[in-house]
């Protein structure tokens, strides 16, 4: 049976409420909350210890979390409980008194992503033929773009505690649009073992070529977001444009380039995922990293955010080409008829293991 638009945007519903939550996390609510309880000369090196621990629990949260959903033939409960907890951990996070308490938010909030998303990577080979998982995956890029939008729009818009409510009420909604696509068991459990369930991507070269290629991409993005907003703090200062002061506060300032960043990305997906049907992956994928890599020095060299804005924007065309490319070109690397979790959530440690290196940079930095 061919399904329609509004079954897979309900199966991508709660990839929305990721994208949205984690944008806003990262990109404003964390460092915003470290700068508020640390002394200044701490903070890049706090956030970045959190950003490392962080994603070492996303390395290893997902597969694990995938392989005892696997285990156990469940997807359901695991999206349930860890949705649930996603939006205490929001208002934890947010209210933290200190740097002690905001630590153990984080770790909450990301055990919670761990236990709701490992499962639901393996939604689309549970649920999706495979000759329309490149129509699911497209649906996935999509909001997941859709919701970085939504973010840069309300973190520029709202102070920080509405910003966390928000986050936590969208990821609630998208799990209730996507738990009623989950079937409450499986077929029929995963016997495999831990260990070999682990393994068994990595003998595949294609797999460790895009491995390799999203860790490179996404080092390079993480070294730059990661304190985009001290930097906008210390050095930039003075957030106007045309004239006129656009905000004062650096949480609001940093939100409204991830903004222009994600719209670009939006403009650029849909174009760049028909382009690369007809030229190829790995021309875009080169034309994504030369320009992305252009455009670094120019944030250095040109520290005044009328002219950041500007290379926000095309920033984020070229970082869109790359995620078009990047969603369609994942799916492809792995070979085995039936992904099992592991694999699909094998997706995720590029993405999220160079968020282990700004933390140790930092702290040789400022030693």
Not at 14 to 40: C, D, I, N, Q, R
Not at 153 to 176: M, S, T
């Amino acid at each position: 049976m061919r399904r329609g638009p509004g079954w897979f945007l309900a199966l991508s519903a709660y990839w929305f409420a990721t994208s949205f939550k984690w944008f806003l996390v990262l990109l404003v609510l964390l460092p915003a909350k470290v700068a508020e309880l640390s002394p200044p000369e701490e903070k890049a090196t706090r956030l970045g210890f959190l950003f490392g621990l962080g994603a070492v629990m996303a390395i290893l949260g997902p597969p694990l979390m995938g392989y005892l959903s696997d285990r156990l033939g469940r997807r359901r409960p695991f999206l349930l409980w860890g949705s649930l907890l996603t939006a205490l951990a929001l208002w934890l996070l947010v209210h933290a008194p200190s740097y002690g308490a905001l630590l153990g938010a984080y770790l909450l909030l990301q055990l919670a992503d761990d236990l709701a998303t490992g499962p639901y990577s393996a939604l689309i080979p549970d649920l999706v033929p495979r000759g329309e998982r490149g129509q699911a995956s497209g649906y996935m890029g999509v909001l997941q773009v859709l919701g970085q939008v939504l973010g840069g729009a309300v973190g520029f818009g709202l102070p920080l505690a509405p910003q966390a409510y928000l986050a936590a009420l969208v990821n609630l909604l998208g799990a209730a649009f996507s738990l009623p696509l989950v079937p409450d068991r499986l077929p029929q459990a995963n016997p495999r073992p831990f260990l070999a369930t682990v393994a068994a991507p990595w003998r595949d070269r294609d797999f460790l070529l895009v491995y390799l290629t999203r860790f490179l991409v996404m080092l390079g993005f993480y070294l730059a977001q990661t304190y985009l907003q001290y930097f906008l703090a210390d050095v930039v200062r003075v957030f106007a444009a045309l004239g006129r002061v656009l905000t004062e506060e650096p949480f609001q300032a940093v939100a409204l380039l991830g903004l222009l960043i994600s719209l670009g990305a939006a403009l650029a997906s849909v174009p760049a995922g028909k382009a690369s049907d007809r030229l190829g992956r790995k021309p875009l994928i080169y034309l994504s990293g030369a320009g992305l890599g252009l455009l670094m020095p120019f944030i250095l060299l040109f520290p005044h955010y009328e002219a950041l804005l500007f290379l926000s924007l095309f920033f984020g065309l070229f970082y869109g080409v790359y995620l078009a490319v990047d969603w369609a070109w994942w799916p492809m690397s792995s070979r085995t008829p039936r992904p099992t979790p592991r694999t699909w959530a094998s997706g995720r440690p590029p993405s999220w293991c160079p968020r282990c290196w700004p933390g140790p940079l930092a702290a040789l930095w400022t030693s």
